[in-house]
């Protein structure tokens, strides 16, 4: 049985901390569900981290759908959620109804997620919802906005703060299950975590949320480069290296294979 999006709400109430983390291919995904991940998030970072670009603008949607098949295939227990990429969702509710729904008929993803929490999102939000499509919202540092944001912490003036934790709000009351909290400061997510009903799930905004989420790349010391909130818990780029270099060594001085 896979969690639901019950089981998460369930779980704020019950102080219990949600594990959330990207996957962008089957065996990845197989082992973090393995491992007891409870959301697993297709990320539109994989453009960066798995695709090579510099921002996550120029992934498709089409290119998402082929990775979220590939992990769909690898996860029998966690909530499995999608990114809708740039431009596959802002022009129109109908394009978003058109993605969102693209999305669960053809891979098996659960819900999707939307970044923004501005008015046209918000109704975006709750069209998709009605349709049965259930979404996380997405505010604070909004990468999909790294033309007009940068990626520094959104929300240090009082007017900011206010600003996100409104929208938020809005993402709640529109029919978010959950909303994820990008790069604020730990005082403006602990407050929204506590005026929301829904959970948030925090990354680069400290501990008071209802769970946390990383680029799967960066905990496993995958990543080119990396946000300072970020932690590795393994350095795999050096584990791969000194693998390889054995690897190498005994094809080199004719040792592997065994004669
Ligand atoms: N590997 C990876 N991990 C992520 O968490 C991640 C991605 N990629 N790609 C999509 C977004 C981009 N993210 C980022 C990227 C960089 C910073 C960063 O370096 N922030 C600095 C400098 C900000 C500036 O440009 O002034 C900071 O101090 O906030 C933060 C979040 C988070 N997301
Ligand atoms: C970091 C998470 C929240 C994300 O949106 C992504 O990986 O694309
Ligand atoms: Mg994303």
Known sequence: MSVTTHQLAQWKQQGR??????????????VLDEAGVDLILVGDSLAMVALGYDTTLPI???EILHHAKAVRRGVKRA?????LPFMSY??????????????LKETGVQAVKLEGGNPAIVATVAQLVQAGIPVVGHVGLTPQAVHRLGYRQQGKSPETAEHILAE????ENAGAFAIVLEHIPTDLAHQITQKLTIPTIGIGAGPHCDGQVLVTA???GLSVHQPPFAKSYINLR????QAVQAYGAEVREGTFPPG
């Open 17 to 30: 901390a949600i594990v959330a983390l990207t996957a962008w291919d089957y065996a990845l995904a197989h």
């Open 60 to 62: 498709t949607l089409d």
């Open 79 to 83: 909530l499995l959620v999608a990114d």
């Open 90 to 103: 802002q022009e129109s509710v109908q394009q978003a109804l058109h993605s969102a729904g693209r999305a």
């Open 168 to 171: 938020a709000i809005a993402l």
């Open 218 to 220: 960066d905990l496993l």
């Open 238 to 241: 050096e584990t791969i290296t």
